[in-house]
């Protein structure tokens, strides 16, 4: 089921990321990846679970990071055991590389470590896929070299918006064109409507633009979708701000899955 999942998106089919931002808990993220996982089987979309075991981007000391690298793997474990969906996470030393491939399908590169050779290049090298998000500060044509990094096909690259002056993003969607020339590109509708640090040491945002966003950038023409999502979002322990209502996400899918038959047919 997992590897037929992989091939799909490998084949070209357009796919969705999504769960919480961080791991909370083992039930709330069971919780997502099935109610996601149903909605996606529903609506025919490859579906990989994403969930962060550590958030090593922090504004203030005192905010939530995550269970940890042993305990967040033993919950990423089980809902890929469990529920037969791929999964996704991030890595952010290259010392948590060999730890982490052992446990997921693809391995994630935070924004703000987009430069980090020695980290693309440890990851590509374990023959996972390795989802490359581009930096707030980054020219989309300059993520080529990212991707020269990997030495892979099995490379994705995300849009998560560009810094806007001070605690504001936009997104500029010539960037999805551009990348797409290097890689599979995705579009993050929940990251790139953030506020950073625009709470008082915390990012707020703006979840209500994330089924237009999404619904613009399908229209131009993504390969996949990246959200992420919370039974609660007021109640999360990160990115409380930014991520879409649970409830919200057969809205989302059915609006995305709309355009991209129209477009087939």
């Not at 089919?13 to 909605?39: D, H, K, N, R, Y």
């Not at 075991?53 to 919950?75: Q, W, Y």
């Not at 619904?215 to 322990?237: N, Q, S």
Request: contains cysteine; aromatic residues 6%; negative net charge.
């Amino acid at each position: 089921m997992i590897e037929k999942t992989l091939q799909r998106i490998t084949h070209g089919e357009f796919f969705v990321i999504a769960g919480p931002c961080v791991i909370e808990s083992e039930t709330t993220c069971l919780m997502v990846a099935q109610q996601v996982a149903t909605l996606c089987e529903t609506y025919n979309i490859p579906y990989i679970f994403k969930s962060s075991f550590k958030k090593a981007n922090r504004t203030a000391v005192d905010s939530f990071t995550g269970p940890g690298l042993d305990e967040g793997l033993k919950i990423l474990e089980n809902v890929r055991s469990q529920l037969q969906v791929p999964v996704l996470t991030d890595i952010h030393e290259t010392s948590e590389i060999g730890s982490v491939a052992e446990v997921v399908d693809i391995l994630q590169i935070p924004a703000f470590l987009c430069r980090q050779t020695d980290l693309i290049v440890q990851a590509a090298a374990t023959g996972k896929w390795v989802n490359i998000k581009k930096g707030q500060f980054m020219a989309p044509d300059d993520m080529r070299y990212a991707v020269a990094k990997a030495g892979t096909d099995k490379v994705m690259l995300t849009e998560r918006g560009t810094s806007f002056g001070y605690h504001n993003l936009v997104v500029d969607f010539r960037s999805l064109l551009i990348m797409k020339a290097y890689g599979i590109t995705v579009y993050d509708a929940t990251h790139s409507l953030q506020h950073p640090s625009g709470g008082k040491g915390v990012s707020t945002g703006q979840p209500e633009f994330v089924i237009p966003m999404a619904k613009a950038a399908m229209a131009i023409g993504i390969d996949g979708l990246f959200v992420e999502t919370h039974p609660d979002p007021k109640t999360a322990k990160s990115d409380a701000g930014a991520m879409l209502p649970l409830d919200k996400m057969e809205e989302l899918l059915k609006a995305v899955t709309e355009i991209r038959d129209l477009e087939h047919r």
